[in-house]
């Protein structure tokens, strides 16, 4: 996958501006976290790239298929955990027996193992919040797109999870941009913050994260990474 540019992005809708004249690029392979004030317009930045709302400007070097992961809601209730899982997969033609058998190679390191015919209702959040992901990542694409992937966990677990993502997500070919309100877990997931201001949404500054990966709890106790997440919030606070 080439890099992924985005340039003059702009995006109204009626008489408002939500996102105004934005431009960042998205190197092959890493991560990039969009942080500011609710109503600033990251999410709305997530879904055009995702290309599910019209804009102006362009985005350019994005692959076929791309992961989405929308705040809520994901999982079909209907479902059973393991038919939602596979549901990227058939969708795309591969058979049921095939989809399964590609999901349940994953499931056991996603902590999802015993639980494929669940419903989404009985799984814990964090449960819940790994499932929504690696329905997300069976889609099989180059670039992930994740809105507040872990806004409704608790902190303790959220934090849970931002150890897990790591981990996991060292094995997967892919880039990602997230969408968050936690300066620390944009700190800790990414190698690049933009932070926004708005609305209309516009770029106030951009922070790189030169902390090696896989990061580790570790890392949240360093000067270095108290630095740049004071770095990151006072960026976020100034007016």
């Given at each position: 996958m080439s890099e992924i540019t985005v340039r003059n992005l702009t995006v109204k809708y009626d008489d408002f501006v939500a996102v105004e004249d934005v431009s960042f690029d998205v190197p092959h392979g890493l991560h990039i976290a969009l942080v500011g004030p609710s109503g600033c317009g990251k999410s709305?930045?997530?879904?055009?790239?995702?290309?599910?709302?019209?804009?102006?400007?362009?985005?350019?070097?994005?692959?076929?298929?791309?992961?989405?992961?929308?705040?809520?809601?994901?999982?079909?209730?209907?479902?059973?955990?393991?038919?939602?899982?596979?549901?990227?997969?058939?969708?795309?033609?591969?058979?049921?027996?095939?989809?399964?058998?590609?999901?349940?190679?994953?499931?056991?390191?996603?902590?999802?193992?015993?639980?494929e015919d669940k419903y989404p209702s009985v799984l814990s959040g964090g449960m819940y919040q790994r499932a929504a992901l690696l329905r997300t990542l069976m889609v099989e694409a180059p670039l992930i797109l994740l809105d507040e992937p872990f806004g409704a966990v608790d902190a303790l677990n959220r934090r849970r999870l931002w150890l897990w993502l790591e981990e996991r997500r060292m094995g997967w070919d892919i880039s990602t941009i997230m969408v968050t309100h936690d300066v620390e877990e944009a700190v800790f997931l990414s190698d690049i913050v933009i932070v926004l201001d708005g609305p209309p949404a516009r770029i106030k500054k951009v922070v790189n994260v030169p902390l090696p990966h896989p990061r580790d709890i570790h890392h949240m106790g360093t000067p270095q990474f108290a630095h740049l997440a004071e770095e990151v919030l006072e960026a976020v606070i100034e007016r």
């Open positions: 709305t930045i997530l879904k055009s790239v995702a290309g599910l709302i019209p804009y102006t400007g362009t985005v350019d070097g994005t692959p076929e298929r791309i992961g989405y992961m929308p705040q809520k809601g994901v999982l079909l209730p209907w479902y059973t955990v393991m038919k939602n899982l596979t549901l990227p997969l058939t969708l795309r033609g591969i058979s049921e027996k095939e989809a399964q058998k590609k999901v349940e190679s994953h499931l056991e390191e996603f902590g999802l193992k015993g639980f």
